[in-house]
């Protein structure tokens, strides 16, 4: 039987080992982006008027037809409990972070965003309710942007220019985000540890590939850590890797957070022992995912498809 051809706009080869020659600011090794998750108050609620209750938290359960106040609890513990600790934690190490900020979160807790400004973060989108746009029709989704992107500047006081779709985006999202015009890069995509630039409705978008695995995700059940030395064992051996690889060439490592979960008082020591490490070592580069994606952008320069848009043209 004949081959049947193989039709498919994915890149499985990346840079094959030979990135281009970018130069983090300061000379520096490593490119660290610390991404703090922020979803409380944009998880599916029938007290929100949602169509239905979130099931994924610290108790995996199903909670159907009336409001789920145990689901609700848990999410404001986040914002209640969790957000001062870290956010001590990052002034303390000096870590300029990412807030990836669902749009209603923010809305309902405007004052999160103006600390997060205050400190010095930047704060990205994450959608306006904390769910996937793999199956949502092209008119919803470009209405979900621009309310999401408009809550956001509305709570910060600026317009986000980085995107994170949970889990799966629809096959529109990325040429949306291009048709939007005030984005610089997005974060959905998984597949190397340096940023790459791709067309976005003809707009050169920068990709900042995400990790799950560098990821206080993983203290859910199943997801393999349950002490707080655990994250810091799993990002540390991370880190010294991509450090060791930065020798050669630039590398970019995430570190993903929630609110929620690595903000516990039984996981946080997990945190702060990570930023004890990686803070003692030179050629590291804490920064903001705006800050990677401009400095890639300007180390590689526009692609030959590119208009001549100024770098200007989306906020620092």
Not at 21 to 37: D, K, Y
Not at 72 to 80: L, P, Q, V, W
């Amino acid at each position: 039987m004949d081959a049947l051809p193989l039709a498919s706009d994915r890149d499985l080869a990346g840079y094959r080992g030979a990135p281009p020659p970018v130069r983090w600011p300061g000379g520096a090794r490593l490119a660290l982006s610390v991404v703090v998750n922020v979803e409380e108050g944009a998880e599916l609620s029938l007290g929100m008027g949602d169509e239905a209750n979130e099931h994924v938290y610290e108790a995996v359960e199903r909670v159907e037809g009336v409001r789920d106040l145990c689901m609700e609890s848990h999410f404001a513990y986040g914002t209640r409990a969790a957000w001062p600790r870290i956010r001590k934690i990052l002034a303390r190490y000096g870590v300029r972070a990412t807030l990836n900020a669902c749009g209603r979160a923010l809305a309902l807790s405007p004052w999160l965003a103006r600390e997060a400004v205050e400190d010095g973060h930047e704060i990205m989108c994450h959608g306006w309710r904390w769910e996937r746009h793999c199956n949502m029709p092209e008119e919803r989704e470009r209405a979900v942007i621009a309310r999401a992107v408009e809550a956001i500047r509305a709570a910060s006081g600026t317009a986000p220019v980085g995107w994170h779709t949970r889990s799966a985006t629809s096959p529109n999202t990325r040429r949306l985000l291009g048709e939007h015009g005030g984005f610089l890069y997005d974060c959905n995509a998984y597949d190397d540890d340096l940023p790459y630039v791709v067309p976005a409705a003809g707009r050169p978008m920068v990709v900042l590939p995400y990790a799950f695995d560098t990821n206080d995700m993983r203290f859910s059940n199943g997801g393999g850590f349950v002490q707080g030395e655990d994250f810091a064992r799993y990002c540390i051996a991370a880190f010294e890797q991509l450090y060791a690889e930065g020798a050669e060439a630039p590398r970019m490592m995430s570190v993903g957070l929630h609110l929620r979960i690595i903000g516990k008082p039984g996981r946080i020591a997990g945190l702060e022992a990570f930023l004890a490490h990686v803070s003692k070592r030179d050629g590291v580069w804490f920064a903001r995912r705006d800050e990677i994606a401009h400095a890639w952008r300007a180390g590689v320069g526009l692609p030959a498809w590119a208009p001549a848009a100024p770098l200007s043209t989306f906020s620092t």
